[in-house]
């Protein structure tokens, strides 16, 4: 017997349906993600591909770090479905760090921290380090970042001629690193720690202030300046 498709369920059973009733955040993970599919695939409903697709990675964290092409990996996913997965997630991920270039203020360490915090979601997922520069103004407010590097960081591939570009170009005072570990461990390593005691350096010859450098880990971070270490 063929199975019916979400069409032919109740209304009150459909996602999109019970989105717009009941609101986005009463729908479970697989259900966002049906709406995101829109369709299913060899008589699958999109729920039915959703959940398959939830059980393969686990958890949306997990998912959100799969290559289109793993993606496509699944049966019934294909470029299309792949690419719009990849598309949603990434809105949630930039909506979540967005607000940090409406001149948030960095006062002191609590306010490091709430930033640091704001962009662990930004970092959730990533397979590669991603070494990150926040530009701040003469009154501490930030107003921009920027993606200096992603990949295994090195001093050549971190180097304070790239970094301070951008600081440069944007008459930065001050500046923020912030850094991810894919291990989950933010412990810094001996790396690290020369790469920053090198931006510190060169940052105090063109007068911009290093104001910390923070690793992010699994659920943590790790702050340069709390810790002692620039």
């Known amino acids: 017997m063929e199975k019916a498709g979400i069409n032919h369920w109740p209304e009150e059973e459909r996602p999109r349906e019970r989105l717009i009733k009941e609101g986005a955040d009463h729908l479970s ?32 964290k997990a998912l959100s770090g799969a290559t289109v092409h793993e993606l496509c990996a699944i049966k019934g996913v294909g470029l299309a479905k792949a690419a ?25 360490s609590k306010d490091v921290y709430d930033v640091s915090r704001h962009y662990i979601q930004y970092f959730h997922g990533l397979k590669k380090e991603v070494f ?22 090195t001093s050549s591939i971190v180097h304070p001629r790239e970094v301070y570009i951008q600081a440069i170009r944007n008459s930065a005072a001050s500046v923020i690193f912030l850094h991810n570990h894919p291990s989950g461990d933010p412990s810094p390593s001996p790396e690290d720690i020369e790469i920053t005691k090198r931006l510190v350096a060169a940052g105090e010859l063109l007068g911009i202030k290093v104001l910390d450098h923070v690793i992010m880990g699994e659920g943590g971070y790790l702050s340069f300046a709390d810790k002692g270490l620039q």
């Open 29 to 60: 993970p697989a259900q966002l993600l049906a709406i995101v599919l829109r369709t299913g695939s060899e008589g699958k409903s999109a729920l039915e591909l959703a959940m398959e697709i939830i059980r393969h990675y686990g958890d949306l």
């Open 84 to 108: 719009a997965i990849k598309a949603a997630l990434e809105i949630g991920k930039r909506a979540v760090t967005q607000p940090l270039g409406k001149r948030r203020r960095v006062l002191s």
């Open 132 to 153: 990150r520069l926040l530009m701040l103004d003469g009154k501490n407010r930030i107003f921009a970042d920027y993606t200096v590097s992603e990949g295994c960081l």
